[in-house]
C-alpha cells in the first residue's frame, strides 16, 4: 500500500518537474529572410537576435536563417501563417494580396528620398498600414529601409526609350507590372535567389534594386550597365503571426518591441552608409558602367512612369497618395 503510494507520489512529481522545465523552455523566434547578412535587413536580423537573447536571457531564442535558406520569396508568406517561421522582413512589394494599400510603396518616383519615405512611415498613415492585415493573422511590427531602387541592364539606359523591348525582372507586384510596361518593357517575376542566374542565361536582360542588393548578390557581374535612378523605394515590414506575437507573455512582448525600437533605429541609420560602400564597391570593380542621369533625362523617367499612379489610385486611395508626396514637402 505504502509502496503504491509513493510510486504515485514520485510519479506526480516527476510530471511536476516536467512540467517546470517545459515552462522554463525559451520561446523559440525563427526569423527568416532571402538576402545575405551584409545587407541593411540581414544586419538588423543579427542585430535584433543579439538584443533579445542579451536582454531576454533563457527567455527568448532567436534563430536567424538568411538567403533563403530557410524558405524562399514564394513560401515565407505561407510559413508565417502555418507557425512554421515567427519573423519575416519581406519587401513591401510582397503585401497586395494582403492589403491594397500598402501598394503605396511601389508607385515609382513617389519619394524624393529615404526621409521622405522616414517621415510618412513614421506619422499616422504610415503606422496605420502596419495594422492594415491584422485580419489575415499578419502584424506589422516595423519599417526597415534597404534603400532607393537602380536600374540595370546589359544596355546603357539614359531616357525611357532605351528600356523597350527589355526583360526585366520584377518582383510579385502588379504595380511594378506596370512600371515597366509604361516605358515598353517586358517585367518577368522572379525570385530573388534566381536573379543572378536569370541576368547571366539571359533569361532577363534587367532588374532594379539597391546598391546594397547589387553588390551581395554579385548582380554587377553579370550587368555591365547600372543607371544612378533612385526611381523607387525597395523597404521591408517586418512581420509576425498575428497569434504567435498576442500570445507571448506580455513582459517578453514589451521588451521585444523596445528592442525591435531599437533595432529599426540603427538598421535606418545604416542603410544610407551601406549602399554608399555598395556603389563604391561596384564602381572600383570595373564590372560595370554606373550612369547618372541629368535632371532632365531623371524627369523623362519621371513622366514616363508617372501614369501609374493613376492606374492603381482607386486601390491605393488618393488621400493616401497625397500624404506620401507631401512629405517629400516636409
Known amino acids: 500500500m505504502l509502496s503504491n503510494k509513493l510510486k504515485a507520489l514520485a510519479c506526480a512529481l516527476s510530471f511536476t518537474v516536467a512540467g517546470l522545465v517545459h515552462a522554463a523552455d525559451p520561446v523559440t523566434i525563427k526569423f527568416a529572410h532571402v538576402v545575405a547578412d551584409n545587407t541593411p535587413k540581414g544586419q538588423g536580423a543579427l542585430l535584433f537576435k543579439k538584443l533579445a537573447e542579451e536582454r531576454l536571457p533563457g527567455k527568448v531564442k532567436v534563430e536567424v536563417y538568411p538567403n ?125 535567389a534566381e536573379v543572378y542566374q536569370g541576368l547571366q542565361t539571359g533569361v532577363v536582360n534587367g532588374t532594379e534594386n539597391t546598391w546594397s542588393n547589387y553588390e551581395s548578390q554579385k548582380v554587377h557581374e553579370v550587368q555591365p550597365y547600372m543607371t544612378a535612378s533612385d526611381h523607387g523605394l525597395i523597404d521591408y515590414m517586418v512581420i509576425t503571426n498575428t497569434k504567435f506575437w498576442s500570445g507571448l507573455p506580455e513582459d517578453v512582448r514589451g521588451e521585444l518591441e523596445t528592442i525591435m525600437e531599437e533595432v529599426t533605429a540603427e538598421v535606418n541609420r545604416q542603410a544610407d552608409e551601406l549602399n554608399q560602400k555598395a556603389r563604391q564597391t561596384i564602381a572600383a570593380s570595373g564590372k560595370t558602367e554606373i550612369i547618372e542621369l541629368s535632371p532632365e533625362q531623371r524627369a523623362k523617367w519621371r513622366e514616363a512612369m508617372k501614369p501609374v499612379w493613376k492606374k492603381f489610385e482607386g486601390d491605393i486611395g488618393a488621400a493616401l497618395i497625397e500624404a506620401a508626396q507631401s512629405a517629400n514637402r516636409s
Open 68 to 192: 533563403s535558406s530557410l524558405f524562399g520569396d514564394g513560401k515565407e508568406m505561407e510559413a508565417l501563417l502555418l507557425g512554421d517561421v515567427h519573423m519575416l522582413a519581406p519587401s513591401l512589394a510582397k503585401f497586395e494580396h494582403y492589403a491594397k494599400a500598402i501598394q503605396i510603396y511601389d508607385l515609382p518616383f513617389l519619394f524624393d528620398d529615404l526621409a521622405a519615405a522616414d517621415r510618412f512611415q513614421s506619422g499616422p498613415q504610415g503606422k496605420a498600414l502596419l495594422r492594415a492585415m491584422e485580419d489575415k493573422n499578419i502584424t506589422g511590427l516595423a519599417y526597415w529601409h534597404n534603400g532607393m531602387k537602380q536600374l540595370s541592364a546589359n544596355k546603357p539606359l539614359r531616357e525611357p526609350k532605351d528600356a523597350r523591348g527589355l526583360k526585366f525582372r520584377v518582383q510579385a507586384s502588379a504595380v511594378l507590372d506596370e512600371q515597366f510596361k509604361a516605358v515598353r518593357a517586358n517585367p518577368r517575376k522572379m525570385s530573388f
